[in-house]
Nanobody, 125 residues
Framework: QVQLAESGGGLVQAGDSLRLSCAAS????????IGWFRQAPGKEREFVAA????????VYADSVKGRFTISRDNAKNTVYLQMNSLKFDDTAVYCC??????????????????WGQGTQVTVSS
């Protein structure tokens, strides 16, 4: 089993940047693909981005493509989400999740069994 902890959230203005981190402990980090999901008030949790075990392949939701970048450092057991050109609609609790499922790239939250507690990102307009 793997434990995940997010950090880096905060309050920013529209157009600003923020970098989130997802630190892992427990089983070998490189055994898992990692996804970022977010949930805004009154909305369902939605997929944001995901990265495979080695970091060689990534996928993004259309809403963040070109603005967000996911990356990982397996030596540091950490995945990052660089968020640029933030918009008001990006306001949400952001969670990272881990999966050993081979179809990690589908971005389905039910395919990710391990979750962190989340970090709040608030973008003021």
């Amino acid at each position: 089993q793997v434990q995940l902890a997010e950090s880096g959230g905060g309050l920013v203005q529209a157009g600003d940047s923020l970098r989130l981190s997802c630190a892992a402990s427990g089983r070998p980090f490189s055994a898992y693909a990692i996804g970022w999901f977010r949930q805004a008030p009154g909305k369902e949790r939605e997929f944001v981005a995901a990265i495979n075990r080695s970091g060689s392949s990534t996928v993004y939701a259309d809403s963040v493509k070109g603005r967000f970048t996911i990356s990982r450092d397996n030596a540091k057991n950490t995945v990052y989400l660089q968020m640029n050109s933030l918009k008001f609609d990006d306001t949400a609790v952001y969670c990272c999740a881990a999966t050993g499922f081979y179809r990690w790239f589908d971005g389905k939250k039910n395919d990710y069994p391990y979750w962190g507690q989340g970090t709040q990102v608030t973008v003021s307009s």
